[in-house]
């Protein structure tokens, strides 16, 4: 079966760089969500979007913006990194027929420095 | 505002044992309610989902419990085995997608 795709999955930026991490939902999902794990902690959730459309926001910093295009595929963009930006970012996809059951992406391993 | 806890943070068992993870939540108005596995370094596996409306879900030597009213999860694992081991994730679903929020989680050990 189809998983989520993201890409790419290791990146090292420096300091006040930006970054753009690529996520595919598994085909038919309606929703996308991105989640910022840092080492040790437990993920985030940072932003949603259903039917191309952000729906909810969480503890997603000015600094970053998201968007899903036609094809349900979304980006997430981060400017003027920071070192505290170095996490393990997560994109998931999910169906309303799905009951909103989230399968997760492998996750994009970002590196600031 | 929600938040999840999970007890025990860690737990070491030899094999074969049954074992019980524990997560408290603080708003009962959840979606639904995901437990996850996760291994170092990497992604997240979805191992039950229970919607808000049920109180129990069993896939093979798991099965996981809900009690919405006391703000309460179990995941019971039946007879344990080494590749259990992992970090064991529970994550409340609210907002209007159901945004998860996540425990700390319980780091599992499950010994030879």
């Known amino acids: 079966a189809a998983g989520v795709i993201q890409s790419p999955r290791h990146l090292i930026k420096e300091k006040r760089e930006t970054a753009t991490l690529k996520c595919y939902p598994i085909p038919r999902h309606d929703t996308v969500y991105w989640y910022q794990q840092g080492p040790g902690q437990d993920p985030q959730f940072l932003i949603s979007?259903?039917?191309?459309?952000?729906?909810d926001k969480g503890s997603i910093p000015d600094r970053f913006s998201a968007q899903q295009f036609s094809d349900y595929h979304s980006e997430l963009n981060m400017s003027s990194l920071e070192l505290g930006d170095s996490a393990l970012y997560f994109c998931?996809?999910?169906?309303?027929?799905?009951?909103?059951?989230?399968?997760f992406g492998p996750g994009t391993r970002l590196t600031v420095t | 505002k929600q938040e999840v806890t999970q007890i025990p943070a860690a737990l070491s068992v030899p094999e074969g044992e049954n074992l019980v993870l524990n997560c408290s939540f603080t708003d009962s108005a959840i979606y639904n309610l995901q437990w996850f596995r996760q291994d170092p370094g990497k992604g997240l596996t979805s191992l039950l989902l229970?919607?808000?409306?049920?109180r129990e879900q069993t896939s093979g030597r798991l099965n996981a419990s809900l009690d919405k009213s006391s703000g309460r999860s179990t995941l019971y694992i039946a007879a344990s085995q080494p590749g259990d081991s992992a970090t064991y994730l529970c994550?409340?679903?609210?907002?209007?997608?159901?945004?998860?929020?996540f425990g700390k989680g319980t780091k599992l050990s499950v010994k030879p």
């Open positions: 994550a409340a679903a609210g907002g209007s997608q159901g945004n998860l929020i």
């Open positions: 998931a996809s999910s169906s309303q027929t799905g009951l909103y059951e989230q399968y």
């Open positions: 229970i919607q808000s409306s049920q």
């Open positions: 979007f259903y039917e191309k459309m952000q729906s």
